[in-house]
């Protein structure tokens, strides 16, 4: 007997709608999971917005899943009925060239959940079970915040800060923690730029961050002042075309500039300051497996995420609560739960 269960489906920018979805059966290879919680994504807030590039609705939306296994398709390895994982969300081809050289997240027709197919604000959901990553130690919610970080990490991963170096981080929002988290566990001089003081706050209270600037003040000189010279490393979390074109200005020269954040639309810079500080600009896109376990194994050893949820709200309240949650005073990330 095939089970009936609800399902918000984001139609068109601006209107959520409740939808009925049948529980999936796992095919070979995959899972079905009870969706436990899902973390609120800037992606999510920019499809809701229609600003989201390669988005089309309608769309199940929901990637930062906290999940627990409930069957097993056939010839499935590696985890059980009953596992809590966090769901890497992005479905690649493992055939193009890319997928071939380890860059799975490069995958030529790679395809995300809640982006460019249905994602998780629904109860139940079949997934390949080698994109799901267990722990038995760890939180639904801290399950849930895993993809957030592993894009943050994976960030750090391509700038590859060193000891005592000096890495300016762009956009406090929960991609740029990540990278804030990570870069301060690689022993850089972490400072942080942001338009709004609570997320300024909240770094230098909760992560420990020594030195945060205005992104609205006139930055070269305050950062020539503070670490001495300007950043080696600058990475954009923003997904704004002024702060990352800004960027090219802020770095040091011999510098690298890492893009986290994206934007829908064009970038321009001025290439003689490009070529004379001989800079080099990095894209970031997604994370890998290796960064998903890198990320639980950091968590597990003690990586405190809990501060990060400022605000819960019940699947249900989607439609009526999501378009306000981006004015949610002092707001991190938000969580949505499911009920069980």
């Given amino acids: 007997m095939r089970h009936q269960t609800n399902e918000i489906v984001l139609q068109e920018p601006g209107r959520f709608e409740p939808g009925i979805a049948e529980r999936p059966e796992p095919g070979p290879g995959e899972a079905l999971v009870r969706v436990r919680r899902i973390g609120v994504c800037g992606t999510d807030l920019h499809a809701f917005a229609g600003r989201q590039p390669f988005f089309e609705y309608p769309r199940v939306l929901g990637h930062e899943l906290g999940v627990e296994v409930v069957e097993l398709g056939g010839d499935v390895t590696g985890v059980a009925v009953g596992d809590r994982c966090a769901v890497e969300p992005y479905l690649n081809c493992e055939t193009c ?9 490069c995958c030529e027709t790679l395809k995300v959940l809640g982006v460019h197919t249905d994602g998780g604000m629904r109860p139940w959901i079949s997934v390949p079970a080698h994109k799901l990553h267990r722990s038995t130690r760890m939180s639904l919610d801290q399950l849930a915040l895993v993809e957030t970080l592993a894009i943050g990490a994976h960030g750090i991963e391509r700038g590859q800060p060193v000891a005592g170096e000096r890495v300016l981080v762009a956009g406090a929002g929960p ?16 400072a942080v730029l942001d338009v709004r003081e609570p997320r300024r706050r909240f770094c230098e209270e909760t992560l420990g961050v020594p030195q945060t600037f205005d992104a609205t003040d006139d930055l070269s000189d305050k950062l020539r002042r503070y670490f001495g010279d300007l950043p080696t490393l600058v990475i954009d979390a923003t997904g704004n075309p002024g702060s990352m074109q800004r960027c090219f200005e802020l770095a040091n020269q011999g510098g690298r500039i890492v893009f986290l954040g994206l934007v829908k639309g064009n970038l321009t810079f001025d290439d003689p300051n490009f070529h004379k ?10 994370a890998t497996a290796d960064t998903f376990r890198l990320v639980i194994a950091a968590v597990e050893d003690g990586l405190d995420i809990a501060p990060w949820i400022t605000r819960r709200l019940p699947l249900a309240e989607v439609p009526s609560q999501f378009a306000g949650l981006p004015e949610t005073p002092d707001l991190i990330k938000a969580m949505i739960d499911v009920e069980a």
């Fill in 97 to 105: 060239s890319a997928c071939l050289r380890g860059r799975t997240n």
């Fill in 175 to 190: 991609i740029g923690l990540g990278a804030i988290q990570f870069a301060q566990a690689a022993g850089a001089n972490v």
């Fill in 277 to 286: 500080r001989e800079l080099t600009l990095l894209a970031s896109r997604n």
